[in-house]
């Protein structure tokens, strides 16, 4: 449950590329002369219960246009802008660059953050504006937590505290957040925590056989309508400090992160195991000049993997041949970081930004020797098999931005940011040195398939160029219209370029991103993805922007060396063929193409009055993306779906009754064998009642237990023999069915 503020000042979704620059500006800006672009700033107070009941920080952006979001666990979802998903998205949060270090991607950015420590969420679609950083070819979203307010001048202390509990009945999710803070004219201190936990979810109706979870779990019976592997537990805790004097402020802020389980429904391992600390010290000052800001921060990862209890953890032991004992699996990953910009005030109606980056990320991917008694007899054995070794990514970046306000009607913003990408990895080996197709080979031996990995100059320097350019004419104040053109690029990561093993389908498995049940081997001659966006934006509301507003953003994205799934022999590897309908497959450069458009819209029907005030709200999405080298659809696009919502207040009630819905999903990437899926709609309930020191929350989601399968929800490989042949092809993760929710917060 997330309490008081989600401010959620977020950007333009709608504005789409380019013309999303603009709104960069405003994340640092209330002393610029620019007017500030903003889709929505709600108070989290004002948010209704689908946003208080959740510990999935990236369910808080659900509502947003041109947004969609796709499964990687309970803890937190993985956002997609206009079609373009995960890494080429950057998440800041805080003003750090947290990087997923694990080869499901089962720890993404949001992932630590709780929402209930979020204050407010920006979101910038298509284009970011080169000054909020590189790598960002769909958009960027800027998380920030909650910060205490300084007393005033001859004022004591100022002392908050809030405590929210929250309670999700289809789940048994339950939640409790703390957060207090101390503050005087010049020093603040502030702590939150917060806990939750939650068993299997509950689709709303059955979409498989109930019976056993595994061979060897018996007695551990998942029902027909049981989402296996959809359960989880996370910890987080947050102490922030902060300093002012005068027109300066420093702060530091320290994270720890202990999630000790979740499940996956969509991967074939589940977490067992997510330790993360961050350190953050930072510096905002104001000069005549301008302002300058400053940051340094280091985040540290140990993260593990294994089979939880939905899953098989016994392999072997049959006709004689020994028993191994789970897969261990271990990851290291290390991101430190330093960044700082200036905006200096050319005159009344001209700013320019400069600033520079560098990003050091280190990852090491190690998976440990099962546990057994004849190890050696095993393909899990006797060695520590290294998946990526001392996986090395380093930015390097310079950037400068112009913003200029010709008149009160025309607005103008060009950036320009260069980007060196220098990437690395050690020696590896497989579990064991032994020749064959089930086994690995000498890492030493050219020859074989580690020993060509280790033997290959693994090295490489990449030179990023990332353009944008917009213009903004406002001619009155019913109306706004803006567009803008953006190059833009991003490097492959760590586990694209390096990930190596490609004679094994049970190591192939482990190597998935996108939660499609196929198995991956990386590409070490990827080359950057360059992705060029156009967009326009035309804004009608009336003059005070309180009655109504229609927004409809157009878009087309082209990507230069889209990276995208192959067949093996495509890029000269051989790849053990599947039983199981599944497939493996290994990663190239593409060229792909993307467009669409979002509509958002609201209208006031009643203002008042007796009965309180009666509005209406609704969004309309639409993405169409191809591989034009193949023309195959890409993969985990959100089909056509809308939103509609009618809400009521009065005074200290919030009522809203809203409608989703989605089209079939039919265009489908055959290469990954994505399954379509049928259309559907929800209805959804939610009331809140506000006190001065207290909220109670109440809602009702998927009312009529519509069973769906979700477009973007992956394969479902939630339970059985999922690292063996048991588990087959044709199965999608299905939505949650219906739960009750009710939430209390309470303030000091």
């Not at 429904?265 to 067992?272: I, K, S, Y």
């Not at 004992?325 to 109606?349: A, F, H, I, R």
């Not at 958002?600 to 709200?617: D, E, F, I, Q, Y």
């Amino acid at each position: 449950m997330q309490h008081l503020k989600l401010k959620r000042n977020i950007l333009s979704s709608i504005l789409a590329p380019c013309l999303l620059t603009v709104v960069s500006s405003v994340a640092w800006a209330e002393d610029l002369t620019l007017p500030v672009v903003e889709v929505r700033a709600e108070k989290l107070q004002e948010k209704s219960a689908s946003a208080l009941s959740t510990s999935d920080t990236a369910s808080l952006l659900e509502d947003e246009p041109g947004l969609s979001l796709y499964r990687a666990g309970g803890v937190s979802s993985l956002p997609a802008i206009h079609g373009l998903a995960d890494d080429r998205i950057r998440i800041k949060v805080d003003g750090m660059d947290l990087i997923s270090s694990c080869a499901n991607h089962m720890n993404p950015p949001l992932s630590y953050i709780d929402p209930s420590n979020v204050e407010n969420i920006k979101v910038i679609a298509g284009i970011s504006p080169v000054s909020v950083g590189g790598d960002s070819i769909a958009g960027t979203i800027l998380v920030n937590s909650a910060t205490s307010e300084f007393a005033k001048d001859g004022h004591d202390l100022v002392i908050q505290a809030t405590l929210g509990t929250f309670y999700r009945s289809n789940n048994d999710a339950r939640g409790v957040n703390l957060s207090t803070s101390v503050a005087n004219e010049k020093v603040y201190m502030r702590y939150t925590g917060s806990t939750v936990e939650a068993n299997n979810y509950i689709a709303g109706g059955n979409f498989k056989p109930a019976g056993p979870a595994a061979m060897n779990k018996l007695n551990h019976i998942i029902a027909g309508d049981e989402v296996g592997s959809s359960y989880y537990k996370s910890r987080n805790h947050a102490l922030a400090f902060g300093v002012k004097h005068d027109n300066h402020l420093v702060e530091l802020k320290f994270g720890l992160q202990d999630i000790p389980y979740q499940g996956y429904a969509n991967q074939r391992m589940d977490m067992t195991g997510n330790d993360s600390k961050q350190f953050n010290l930072s510096y905002n000052g104001q000069y005549d000049w301008g302002r300058l800001e400053a940051r340094a921060y280091q985040e540290k990862t140990r993260h593990s993997m294994q089979f939880g209890d939905d899953k098989q953890f016994i392999y072997g032991g049959m006709m004689g041949m020994p028993a191994a004992s789970g897969m261990p699996m271990d990851t290291l990953g290390k991101t430190t970081g330093v960044n700082v910009k200036g905006e200096v005030k050319l005159s009344q109606l001209d700013t320019l930004s400069l600033g520079a980056e560098y990003q050091r990320y280190r990852l090491d991917d190690y998976w440990r020797a099962s546990p057994q008694g004849l190890m050696m007899a095993t393909m899990m054995g006797p060695n520590t098999f290294w998946n990526i070794n001392n996986g090395e990514r380093d930015r390097y970046d310079v950037f400068a931005e112009w913003d200029s306000q010709w008149s009160d009607q025309w607005l103008t913003q060009f950036g320009l940011r260069s980007s060196s990408v220098k990437m690395n990895a050690g020696k590896i080996q497989g579990y064991n040195n032994a020749a064959g197709m089930m086994n690995y080979g000498d890492p030493t031996n050219p020859a074989t398939i580690p020993g060509a990995f280790n033997a290959a100059d693994r090295s490489n320097t990449d030179h990023n160029i990332d353009v944008s350019a917009l213009a903004r004419f406002t001619p009155d104040a019913n109306k706004t219209f803006e567009a803008g053109y953006a190059i833009k690029t991003r490097s492959p990561n760590v586990y694209e370029r390096f990930a190596w093993a490609n004679n094994n389908t049970m190591v192939m498995n482990m190597n998935n991103l996108y939660g499609d049940g196929n198995g991956y081997v990386g590409n070490l001659n990827l080359k950057p993805e360059t992705a060029h966006t156009l967009s326009a934006t035309a804004h009608w509301n009336d003059a005070a922007q309180q009655d109504w507003s229609l927004k409809v953003t157009p878009y087309f994205t082209y990507v230069d060396d889209y990276i995208d799934a192959v067949p093996c022999s495509k890029v000269g590897k051989m790849c053990m063929a599947r039983t199981d309908g599944f497939a493996n497959l290994s990663l190239d450069n593409q060229s792909a193409s993307l467009y669409g458009v979002d509509v958002s819209g609201k209208v006031a029907l009643s203002n008042g009055s007796g009965l309180g005030s009666l509005a209406a709200s609704g969004t309309l999405n639409y993405v169409r993306g191809k591989n034009r080298d193949t023309g195959d659809d890409l993969y985990n696009i959100m089909p056509l779906n809308a939103k509609l919502a009618l809400e009521h207040k009065l005074g200290g009630w919030k009522n809203i009754i809203q409608a989703k819905f989605v089209g079939s999903k039919d265009n489908v990437q055959a290469v990954r064998k994505e399954l379509k899926t049928a259309g559907y709609s929800l209805l959804n309930l939610y009331s809140s009642y506000e006190w001065p020191r207290a909220r109670v929350d109440f809602g009702v989601e998927n009312v009529f237990d519509k069973y769906y399968a979700d477009p973007l929800g992956g394969a479902y490989i939630g339970q059985g023999a999922t690292m063996g042949t048991g588990v087959f092809h044709g199965t999608q993760v299905p939505g949650m069915g219906r739960s009750v929710n009710v939430g209390l917060t309470l303030k000091y």
